[in-house]
Each structure stands twice: as structure tokens, then as C-alpha cells.
């Protein structure tokens, strides 16, 4: 196990951003043009890179996840992957509601090399499953400026969109 340990090189953990219920108000944030997009229509996972900075933006759209709870994003970098994890779970003072609510989920990763980068997005809902579950995984060919995934086709449920500007 320690030759293993030793061989996997790791860097420090990225922190993302999480929208309140409905998404970020802000289409930028979900790395969309305005009016590119139906916000209740597909779960899409958006990617942009910026050669002058060496930085790649990670967007998460249209998660549908219980209304109440905390939730959390991180990047690990572990030898040529980047995993991103998106977490949620329940608050420690107050229950799950019965509703579910559509939420966003971004991330800027600096110094990423121009070429083909590999991702892991995984996504761990505590109290649902017993570890991370993966949702997707594949190549983002950087030397592209933006691309995009749909993760999820399905429509929202339009309580879980109502107010969300789209």
C-alpha cells in the first residue's frame, strides 16, 4: 500500500462554488450565453479555457438535489486526473424536506495545460448511497475554447423550477 501511496501524485484540494436553490442567477456563472439555454431542460456540464491564464472553468447546471442540506464541490488533481466531487448532505440540526430544487455547481482550475485533460465528476449524496456515485467521466480536449456534456436529458419537475429564471 505504501508503494502505491508513494507512486499517485496529489495536489491540494480546489474549492468550487454552489448556487443557492434555483441556480446562479447569473448565466456567466453557468458558463452559458444568454438565451444558449432551457435552465430547466438538461442537466449540462460546461467547460471553458482561457489560454492567457491557463485556467479552466468547470460548470454543473441544473442539479436536481433535496432542498434542504448542505452542499459542498471540490477538485483533486491525482497524477493526470482532475476529480471533481460534488457533495451534499443533510444539515446536522434540521431533516431532509420533500421537495427537491435545482442547484449549480462551478469551479476555476488554474494551471491546467493546454491539451487533453481528463475529469471524474462524482457526486456524494451522504444519507442517499453509500459512496460517491460517478456521472461522468471523460476527455476535455482544452485546445477547444468551451465544450459541453448533458449529464442528465430529463426535464426538471417544474416545482423544482419555479422562479428560476431561464
Not at 508513494?6 to 442567477?25: H, I, K, N, R, W
Not at 440540526?93 to 494551471?111: G, H, L, M, Q, W
Request: with cysteine.
Amino acid at each position: 500500500m505504501l508503494l502505491l501511496g508513494a507512486c499517485l501524485e496529489a495536489e491540494p484540494a480546489q474549492t468550487g462554488s454552489v448556487s443557492e436553490a434555483g441556480g446562479f442567477v447569473d448565466p456567466e456563472r453557468r458558463l452559458v450565453l444568454e438565451g444558449e439555454e432551457s435552465y430547466c431542460g438538461a442537466e449540462v456540464l460546461r467547460w471553458q479555457y482561457d489560454r492567457a491564464s491557463a485556467s479552466l472553468k468547470i460548470a454543473d447546471s441544473r442539479l436536481l438535489l433535496n432542498c434542504c442540506g448542505q452542499r459542498a464541490m471540490h477538485v483533486e488533481r491525482i497524477d493526470s486526473i482532475y476529480e471533481i466531487t460534488e457533495r451534499d448532505e443533510p444539515d446536522a440540526t434540521s431533516r431532509r424536506c420533500d421537495s427537491v430544487c435545482t442547484f449549480d455547481f462551478a469551479v476555476a482550475i488554474p494551471e491546467v495545460s493546454p491539451g487533453k485533460v481528463f475529469v471524474r465528476l462524482l457526486r456524494d449524496v451522504v444519507d442517499a448511497q453509500g459512496s460517491a456515485e460517478l456521472i461522468w467521466q471523460g476527455e476535455i480536449d482544452v485546445r477547444k475554447s468551451a465544450g459541453e456534456v448533458v449529464l442528465d436529458p430529463t426535464a426538471a419537475p417544474s416545482d423544482a423550477c419555479s422562479g428560476v429564471s431561464q
